[in-house]
């Protein structure tokens, strides 16, 4: 937790300027404490969308935590969509070691042996990334 004295600048300012790293702010000033209440900021969403004003300060730590949690899925989300739309599939080793040239991942049969993977690795630079449990079983080509 960082408490930010920098009185210089403007709540905004700093915490958009880079020195604020964190997810999720808490901002106190003397009218919210007057009212037991506070604002929470997302990191995620820029300006007055990302405030949550009038927050009651019982129930802040409670509306953090779902915060957070909310930020969590919309990231893993976000990365799931990029992962699933740069991969392609090779059937073939000549096709493999085209696709793999470019970014993003591939998919490709593989029997299993540390020698294939070896040279895989050998020609092309290549490494295993996952096995993937949940696909069918197919049969491959050699070449």
């Not at 490709?108 to 490494?127: C, F, L, N, P, Y």
Request: aromatic share 8%; hydrophobic share 35%; with cysteine.
């Amino acid at each position: 937790m960082k408490v930010d004295t920098d009185f210089e600048k403007s709540p905004g300012f700093r915490s958009t300027s880079g020195s604020c790293g964190c997810a999720v702010r808490v901002e106190l000033g003397p009218k919210d404490l007057a009212k037991q209440a506070c604002v929470v900021g997302r990191r995620d969403r820029p300006g007055k969308e990302g405030k949550e004003f009038d927050v009651p300060l019982t129930g802040a730590a409670d509306r953090i935590d779902a915060v957070l949690r909310d930020i969590q899925a919309g990231l893993f989300a976000k990365a799931k969509a990029f992962r699933d739309s740069n991969i392609r599939t090779a059937n073939t080793y000549e096709e493999f070691k085209k696709l793999i040239e470019e970014p993003g991942f591939v998919w490709m049969h593989w029997d299993g042996s540390r020698a294939t993977e070896d040279k895989i690795q050998q020609e092309t630079k290549a490494t295993i990334r996952c096995i993937p449990f949940d696909r069918a079983k197919e049969a491959g080509t050699d070449r």
